[in-house]
Protein backbone atom coordinates (compact mmCIF):
# COMPACT_ATOMS: atom_id res chain seq x y z
CA UNK A 1 0.00 0.00 0.00
CA UNK A 2 0.80 3.73 -0.34
CA UNK A 3 0.18 6.23 1.22
CA UNK A 4 -0.43 10.49 0.40
CA UNK A 5 -0.17 13.22 2.03
CA UNK A 6 -1.20 16.55 0.20
CA UNK A 7 -0.08 20.27 1.16
CA UNK A 8 0.35 23.81 -0.37
CA UNK A 9 -3.51 24.54 -0.69
CA UNK A 10 -4.18 27.85 0.62
CA UNK A 11 -5.81 31.43 -0.27
CA UNK A 12 -5.24 33.14 -3.41
CA UNK A 13 -6.60 36.09 -5.16
CA UNK A 14 -7.55 35.55 -9.18
CA UNK A 15 -4.64 34.85 -11.35
CA UNK A 16 -2.38 33.85 -8.77
CA UNK A 17 -0.83 30.55 -8.43
CA UNK A 18 0.19 27.82 -5.98
CA UNK A 19 1.99 24.40 -5.90
CA UNK A 20 0.16 21.18 -4.23
CA UNK A 21 2.67 18.55 -3.30
CA UNK A 22 1.55 14.95 -2.90
CA UNK A 23 4.03 13.24 -0.90
CA UNK A 24 3.89 9.48 -0.72
CA UNK A 25 4.96 6.75 1.80
CA UNK A 26 4.74 2.78 1.96
CA UNK A 27 5.92 1.58 -1.27
CA UNK A 28 8.05 3.07 -3.93
CA UNK A 29 6.26 5.71 -5.62
CA UNK A 30 8.06 5.25 -8.77
CA UNK A 31 5.66 2.06 -9.59
CA UNK A 32 1.93 4.18 -8.95
CA UNK A 33 0.38 6.11 -11.94
CA UNK A 34 -1.16 9.35 -10.14
CA UNK A 35 -3.49 11.63 -10.75
CA UNK A 36 -5.31 15.04 -9.42
CA UNK A 37 -8.76 15.06 -8.66
CA UNK A 38 -10.53 18.27 -6.99
CA UNK A 39 -13.95 18.77 -5.75
CA UNK A 40 -15.61 22.14 -5.72
CA UNK A 41 -18.29 23.03 -3.21
CA UNK A 42 -21.25 21.05 -3.77
CA UNK A 43 -20.21 19.41 -6.74
CA UNK A 44 -19.16 15.75 -8.09
CA UNK A 45 -15.25 14.66 -7.76
CA UNK A 46 -13.50 15.67 -10.91
CA UNK A 47 -10.35 14.78 -12.70
CA UNK A 48 -7.64 17.68 -12.80
CA UNK A 49 -4.37 15.97 -14.37
CA UNK A 50 -2.53 12.91 -14.18
CA UNK A 51 0.92 10.84 -14.58
CA UNK A 52 1.92 7.93 -15.66
CA UNK A 53 4.54 6.48 -13.37
CA UNK A 54 7.47 7.52 -15.81
CA UNK A 55 6.14 11.16 -15.67
CA UNK A 56 6.43 10.92 -19.57
CA UNK A 57 3.08 11.00 -20.09
CA UNK A 58 0.64 13.37 -18.48
CA UNK A 59 -3.06 13.84 -18.96
CA UNK A 60 -5.37 17.54 -18.12
CA UNK A 61 -8.78 18.49 -18.02
CA UNK A 62 -9.90 21.24 -20.81
CA UNK A 63 -10.08 23.40 -17.64
CA UNK A 64 -6.41 23.57 -16.74
CA UNK A 65 -5.07 22.89 -19.92
CA UNK A 66 -2.46 25.16 -20.03
CA UNK A 67 -2.32 26.36 -16.87
CA UNK A 68 -1.72 23.05 -14.28
CA UNK A 69 0.84 21.44 -14.67
CA UNK A 70 1.63 17.66 -13.14
CA UNK A 71 5.16 16.42 -12.18
CA UNK A 72 6.83 14.04 -10.40
CA UNK A 73 9.98 13.38 -8.49
CA UNK A 74 10.34 9.26 -7.58
CA UNK A 75 13.08 9.85 -6.15
CA UNK A 76 11.39 12.53 -3.69
CA UNK A 77 8.36 10.24 -3.45
CA UNK A 78 6.38 13.56 -4.77
CA UNK A 79 4.13 14.31 -6.97
CA UNK A 80 3.18 18.00 -7.74
CA UNK A 81 0.52 19.93 -9.29
CA UNK A 82 1.66 23.61 -10.24
CA UNK A 83 -0.98 26.07 -10.93
CA UNK A 84 -1.18 28.92 -12.57
CA UNK A 85 -3.78 32.17 -13.70
CA UNK A 86 -6.04 30.35 -10.83
CA UNK A 87 -9.80 31.33 -11.50
CA UNK A 88 -12.47 31.54 -8.54
CA UNK A 89 -13.92 28.46 -10.30
CA UNK A 90 -10.93 26.66 -9.10
CA UNK A 91 -11.70 26.45 -5.87
CA UNK A 92 -12.40 23.20 -4.75
CA UNK A 93 -10.54 20.59 -2.22
CA UNK A 94 -7.91 18.75 -4.03
CA UNK A 95 -6.89 15.17 -3.91
CA UNK A 96 -3.77 13.06 -5.30
CA UNK A 97 -4.51 9.54 -5.96
CA UNK A 98 -1.91 6.88 -7.09
CA UNK A 99 -2.77 3.45 -8.63
CA UNK A 100 -0.86 0.37 -9.48
CA UNK A 101 1.28 0.99 -13.02
CA UNK A 102 0.00 -0.82 -15.98
CA UNK A 103 -3.28 -1.21 -14.67
CA UNK A 104 -4.63 -0.63 -17.92
CA UNK A 105 -7.91 1.43 -16.32
CA UNK A 106 -8.01 5.31 -17.55
CA UNK A 107 -6.08 7.81 -15.59
CA UNK A 108 -9.04 10.61 -16.13
CA UNK A 109 -11.42 8.13 -13.76
CA UNK A 110 -11.50 8.20 -10.22
CA UNK A 111 -12.80 4.58 -10.00
CA UNK A 112 -9.24 3.93 -11.34
CA UNK A 113 -7.27 4.72 -8.27
CA UNK A 114 -6.62 2.85 -4.90
CA UNK A 115 -5.23 5.02 -2.89
CA UNK A 116 -6.18 8.67 -1.89
CA UNK A 117 -4.93 11.44 0.48
CA UNK A 118 -7.13 13.73 2.58
CA UNK A 119 -6.71 16.66 0.53
CA UNK A 120 -6.13 20.27 0.60
CA UNK A 121 -8.29 23.46 0.41
CA UNK A 122 -7.88 25.61 -2.53
CA UNK A 123 -9.53 28.80 -2.38
CA UNK A 124 -9.48 31.30 -4.97
CA UNK A 125 -11.30 35.07 -4.55
CA UNK A 126 -12.06 37.12 -7.22
Known amino acids: QVQLVESGGGLVQAGGSLSLSCVAS????????MGWFRQPPGKEREFVAA????????YYADSVRGRFTISRDNAKNTGYLQMNSLKPEDTALYYC???????????????????WGQGTQVTVSS
Open 51 to 58: AHWSGIST
Open 97 to 115: AATARYSGSPLMRAQTYQY
Open 26 to 33: GRTFGTYD
